[in-house]
Nanobody, 127 residues
Framework: QLQLVESGGGLVQPGGSLRLSCAASGFTLDNYAIGWFRQAPGKEREGVSCISSNDGNTYYTDSVKGRFTISRDNAKNTVYLQMNSLKPEDTAVYYC????????????????????WGQGTQVTVSS
């Protein structure tokens, strides 16, 4: 059974950092495109960052470019989202998702073409 588990969320002050982890079980992550999404109260789900399965291409939504970095550790079957210079507007529940690569990683991220989702981890940026 394909399962994704997020961890690493928490409360952090503005300007701080967090690293989210997405651990997979039941399948090998490096065969899949992986995405990080977030949803804040009263807002639609947003594709934050995604990484391709074959060529390592990445996508970042404009609001996180230069602050967030997505990466894979295939040996640990885990994908990370390093979040630096956090802002209050980054507050949301963050989800990771997996799917076979079916189009460009940008389209997969923007239109959330992902079929398997984790339960989410809360990130709160507040002083």
């Amino acid at each position: 059974q394909l399962q994704l588990v997020e961890s690493g969320g928490g409360l952090v002050q503005p300007g701080g950092s967090l690293r989210l982890s997405c651990a997979a079980s039941g399948f090998t992550l490096d065969n899949y495109a992986i995405g990080w999404f977030r949803q804040a109260p009263g807002k639609e789900r947003e594709g934050v960052s995604c990484i391709s399965s074959n060529d390592g291409n990445t996508y970042y939504t404009d609001s996180v470019k230069g602050r967030f970095t997505i990466s894979r550790d295939n040996a640990k079957n885990t994908v990370y989202l390093q979040m630096n210079s956090l802002k209050p507007e980054d507050t949301a529940v963050y989800y990771c998702a997996a799917n076979s690569l079916i189009t460009t990683i940008q389209r997969m991220c923007v239109y959330a073409f992902f079929g398997s989702w984790g339960q989410g981890t809360q990130v709160t940026v507040s002083s």
